[in-house]
């Protein structure tokens, strides 16, 4: 009977799972990490002190201040993203009204009083220009005004 430990990197494709492993679990823990310094920067409830006292504790006791502060303020994590992602988008619709030309505040839909008479004075220019027949000039007009 032997007495021999095998041990993981005795067989090579198992010594490259671990080294896998960990280089995944470090990965993701750097990700967790970023995670929850830009979540405590994102956050508008606490004030500067607060969030100075819990970058220190996640940066000097990183394994136990990332597993409190999961635990403690976890749940609205998602939250704030959310809401951030929410804002983020109303600021890109926003500028693609602006862009677009219907107006800052407008739904992006003809109807008000201003977008029908520009919809109406571009519609006269392309007809003029003769991009438009008579035909699709009305139609497009019946549409904008109906």
């Not at 597993?67 to 939250?79: I, L, Q, S």
């Not at 520009?118 to 549409?143: I, P, V, W």
């Amino acid at each position: 009977m032997s007495n021999t430990v095998y041990l993981a990197y005795d067989y090579p494709v198992l010594g490259a799972f671990w080294t896998a492993m960990w280089v995944f679990l470090w990965v993701l823990w750097v990700f967790l990490l970023f995670r929850i310094v830009v979540d405590l920067f994102r956050d508008d409830s606490m004030n500067g002190w607060v969030k100075a006292a819990w970058l220190l504790f996640v940066l000097v006791l990183p394994f136990l201040g990332v597993f409190v502060y999961v635990c403690v303020r976890g749940a609205g994590m998602g939250r704030r993203e959310a809401q951030h992602s929410k804002a983020h988008q109303q600021d890109i619709d926003e500028y693609i009204r602006k862009t677009a030309g219907s107006g800052a505040g407008g739904s992006g839909s003809p109807g008000g009083s201003g977008s029908s008479a520009d919809e109406l004075a571009k519609l006269a220019e392309m007809k003029t220009a003769g991009h438009l027949s008579e035909q699709e000039f009305q139609r497009a007009k019946e549409k904008i005004l109906g």
